[in-house]
Each structure stands twice: as C-alpha cells, then as structure tokens.
C-alpha cells in the first residue's frame, strides 16, 4: 500500500513537470523580470517617480547653459530632455554636474541620463552606456577673425608664442594636452567666460567642437570657427546612460533614432546655430 502510494505521487510529480513550459517558451517580459531580478529599469521607474533626473554641465552652448541670474536651462539638448522627460510621462529635472564629475555622477546615481553635448570617447563607455548618436563633431580652432589665416594647422598653433586656451575636465582638455608641447597652454575654468578671453587678446585659440565655435562665432562676430566641416578629429555627440540597463537604453536609443530622422533635432539645433 505504502509503495502503491508512492508511486501514485511519483506519477503525479511527473505530471506536473511535463505540463511546466521550458524556459525558452516562457515570455521574455517574464524572462527579463528573471534575469534582472532586483535590479529595476529606469524605462520603469522615472514614469513612476514622475521625474527625469538629468545630469547637466550647463556651460557648453549650444547644448546645455545656465542662466546664473534665473537658474533656468536652455540648449539643444535641454529642449531634447523635455521631450524624452514628456515621452516617459515625466518633467525634467537638471542635476549640476561639471566635466571632471559627469561620469562619475551618472555613475553613482545621482540622475537617469547626462545630455548637454557630450562626447562619445572608449573611457567614458567602459563606466557607462551611449546612446545612439545625435550629430557628428570635432575639435576646430576658434580665434579672433584678424588671425584666421595665423592658426589653421595645429602646425601653426603649436608654436612658441601662441596661447592656447582650453576648459578643465573633459575632452577640450584632453585634446590640447595630447597636442599642444611649444605654444603656452592655459586651463581656463569658467567654460562660459573663456571665449572671452580671445576677445579681450589675452589668449588666441580655443579648440573645441566644431559645433561650439560655430555657435560662438554666430554671436560674436569678431570670432571665426576655421574649417568646422573639416575639424583635426572625429567625435560623435551622444546622451549617456548608466550601464547595465539595456531596457532604459533600447528606448533612449529608438527615441534619438527618431528625433534625428524626423526633423526634430535638427529644428532645435538650428535655432542656436543659424
């Protein structure tokens, strides 16, 4: 009897375990929910939170600037995260942050996404995630419009003499310091004050984004961007993310897709640069 018993529950164990799907008929939805047990999307929580949490310089126009009287943002991508803030059933909320510290910030949480023309480089995408490009860019110099003809190669620039200035942390820096060894090089750290210092003749260039010396040279006349369409390197410009959340990325990524195929990018980068 005791034996009979136990194969009746032998038999229906068996039962039970033909009828469970296999793991690869399970719906990914619920796959997903396995694998990343613990561990929740962005793509979830900021329509939850009701907040987007942007991680911001608010020094570099065209991209991200801050009014110092008002607090208030504006720029290409600041225009981009109220419509990726609106599309996930949120408001923005910018997080200051410098160049040195952007990484870092996005890193440990402090925001969802960093927007505000950064750069795509190999060290900053071992910490975090890249979005999908929006524009592509390059360092160019920017010098007062009377020595345009004095400082097009870096040839020219790096010579004894010329003063390069250059803003601290981020890929600016990087660039100057890689390719500037005989003319004087000054780290300027006030980015939204630096291109004054050209004007005032205390230094004679700045090589920056191709982007960022079209838009300074708009609103000063005095200044000129050298060869923009032709700068010394190639860069993209793209929103970072933190990494690991694929599902957070997927979104972002279709969303930039769109925006720079459907008009959208390109009617509020030309309102800063034409």
Same mark, same amino acid.
């Given at each position: ?17 033909? +009828? +469970? ?6 719906? =990914? ?5 396995? /694998? ?7 793509? $979830? ?6 907040? %987007? ?13 801050? *009014? ?8 290409? $991508?600041? !225009?981009?995260?109220?419509? %990726?803030?609106?599309?996930? *059933? =949120? ?9 040195? #510290?952007?990484?870092?910030? @996005?890193? =440990? ?12 480089? %190999? ?12 524009? /592509? *860019? ?10 345009? *003809? !004095? ?7 790096? #010579? ?22 005989? +003319? ?19 230094? $004679? ?11 300074? +040279? !708009?609103?000063?006349?005095? @200044? ?13 410009? =793209?929103?970072? @993310?933190?990494?690991?959340? $694929? ?10 897709? %769109? ?14 640069? !034409?």
């Amino acid at each position: 009897m005791k034996r009979a018993a136990t194969l009746s529950a032998l038999a229906c164990l068996l039962a039970v375990t033909a +009828a +469970a799907p296999a793991a690869s008929d399970t719906p =990914a939805a619920v796959r997903g929910a396995t /694998t990343t047990a613990g561990k929740t999307s962005a793509l $979830d929580t900021v329509p939850r939170r009701g907040v %987007l949490r942007v991680c911001t310089t608010g020094d570099y126009r065209p991209f991200t600037h801050r *009014d110092p009287a008002t607090g208030k943002y504006s720029g290409v $991508d600041i !225009k981009m995260a109220g419509d %990726l803030a609106k599309g996930l *059933d =949120a408001t923005p909320r910018y997080v200051a942050t410098t160049w040195a #510290r952007l990484v870092g910030d @996005l890193s =440990a949480g402090r925001c969802d996404i960093a927007m505000g023309g950064v750069s795509v480089t %190999l060290p900053r995408a071992r910490a975090v995630y890249f979005s999908a490009p929006t524009r /592509t *860019d390059g360092k160019t110099p920017l010098v007062r419009c009377t020595d345009k *003809d !004095k400082y097009r190669t870096l040839a020219q620039i790096d #010579r004894p003499g010329t003063r390069v200035i250059v803003n601290p942390g981020g890929t600016n820096e990087e660039f100057a310091r890689a390719h500037i060894h005989r +003319a004087t090089l000054t780290v300027h750290p006030d980015n939204t004050t630096i291109f004054d210092e050209i004007l005032a003749g205390r230094a $004679d260039v700045m090589m920056t984004d191709a982007g960022e010396t079209r838009y300074q +040279a !708009k609103i000063h006349p005095e @200044l000129c961007s050298l060869h923009p369409d032709k700068p010394f390197t190639f860069s993209e410009k =793209a929103y970072a @993310l933190p990494r690991g959340d $694929d599902e957070f990325k997927a979104y972002v990524d279709q969303w930039v897709h %769109l925006a720079t195929h459907d008009g959208t990018y390109r009617k509020y980068e030309d309102a800063w640069m !034409k």
